[in-house]
């Protein structure tokens, strides 16, 4: 039995007044999508436990088969999980985010998705920086994928970790255009200490070569630093001890190599996977095309979605679920019934991001599962209303992997 999830990171919505009151999904072509709504099994699903904010980490977690409560520590140390950073116990891992800032305010979480070579100058320049001046400073900036970036701070005690971890941060794309200090109002000593390098930080990047090149292109500059979502390296048991099957990943985006890494699942990395709207869907499903007669299951994941509901950008996320239905889902539906007489295909966003909120919210999402020669329901299309329609029960995101396995 061979095995395909593909994941529309943010691809569910609301009904949308650009759309004539249709969501994005009902808006567009997406013949493959519906023939496996139609000729599958569907329902509602979530992949966030009410305990834990609709981030991307928690809800691939549980898309992958990993259950949150038993694994989760923070969304930092899971992205950390494909740096190759060598860690200690008192090791506190943050998400680092190269953001703008505009009057005391964040007013672009990405800094016009600045480039990753653009980021990499400034915070290895950052970290020059912050040694020759602070030559006891205990932090270090690892350069990531575009704004997507680490920073770990050694503690000195378990004292000093457990006050790091302790505190709250809040998502930058979470609070776009809100007063920065009314989102680090810290009082303790270790909290402060973080907010001082967040605040340091500007003083250092808004004259940089890098952004004085960018603002002379139109472009918004990184000027900040962004630490959130801290925690220690979580244990994770092997994805093939859990469920016996080979599994591996395609993805662009860091946070869910490192999950696949911690769970000793594969990445199979694809040339042109961007994480963005250029990202190269045809060779995303050629990648898995290539790769699945040495896997059991492969799970594909596309982020471009997610980052066109950040942006508010209705025809960017129609294109995008367009894409990923013409050049992902049909060309490896076709292999998989050419090739395989048992195979199985579900199709799901981790969380919604929609258009009007911009943000990521815990609603609910639709999954279609087609099993080769298995039953239908009677869902017509892939859509939010529809799927909502179908037979499978409600369960825990994090169940897929064992629903598949056991045709439950």
Not at 87 to 113: L, P, W
Not at 115 to 135: G, H, I, R, V
Not at 315 to 326: L, R, W
Not at 344 to 367: N, S
Request: charged fraction near 25%; include cysteine; proline fraction near 6%.
């Amino acid at each position: 039995m061979k095995y395909i999830v593909i994941i529309g990171d943010g691809m569910s919505d609301y009904p949308l007044d650009e759309l004539k009151g249709k969501t994005p999904l009902e808006y567009a072509n997406i013949p493959n999508m519906d023939k496996i709504a139609k000729l599958g099994k569907c329902g509602l699903t979530n992949n966030v436990l009410d305990k834990y904010n609709p981030g991307s980490d928690v809800a691939n977690m549980s898309i992958f088969g990993f259950n949150p409560d038993k694994y989760y520590t923070a969304r930092g140390p899971l992205e950390a999980g494909n740096y190759n950073i060598t860690t200690n116990d008192n090791d506190v891992i943050f998400r680092c985010n190269t953001i703008t800032e505009k009057d005391g305010k964040i007013f672009d979480f990405n800094a016009s998705h600045i480039s990753s070579e653009e980021a990499a100058t400034l915070l290895n320049d950052l970290n020059n920086y912050f040694y020759d001046k602070y030559p006891d400073f205990k932090g270090k900036f690892y350069p990531g994928i575009s704004y997507r970036h680490i920073f770990v701070y050694s503690a000195e005690s378990q004292e000093e970790r457990d006050s790091l971890c302790s505190f709250d941060t809040a998502p930058p794309h979470d609070i776009l255009n809100e007063p920065i200090d009314e989102y680090t109002n810290w009082t303790s000593k270790c909290p402060k200490y973080i907010k001082s390098i967040m605040l340091e930080s500007i003083d250092f990047l808004k004259g940089h070569p890098v952004n004085q090149l960018r603002e002379k292109n139109g472009l918004n500059p990184a000027n900040m630093v962004w630490l959130w979502s801290q925690g220690l390296v979580p244990q994770f048991d092997s994805f093939f001890s859990l469920y016996n099957i080979k599994a591996a990943v395609i993805t662009g985006v860091d946070l869910l190599k490192g999950i696949a890494n911690y769970g000793k699942l594969d990445v199979i990395n694809v040339p042109g996977a961007t994480a963005y709207f250029d990202t190269d869907y045809k060779a995303k499903g050629q990648y898995a095309i290539d790769n699945i007669k040495d896997y059991d299951l492969i799970f594909i994941h596309i982020e471009a979605p997610d980052e066109a509901g950040h942006a508010q950008n209705v025809e960017e996320k129609v294109k995008a679920i367009e894409s990923i239905d013409k050049y992902i889902i049909g060309p490896v539906w076709d292999y998989l019934e050419e090739n395989y007489d048992e195979y199985k295909i579900a199709i799901l966003p981790d969380h919604p991001t929609p258009i009007p909120v911009g943000t990521h919210t815990r609603d609910d999402i639709p999954q279609a599962i087609y099993t080769k020669g298995g039953q239908a329901d009677s869902v017509k299309s892939y859509t939010e209303s529809n799927i909502a329609k179908g037979s499978l029960k409600k369960e825990p995101g994090y169940k897929l992997v064992s629903r598949l396995i056991k045709d439950i």
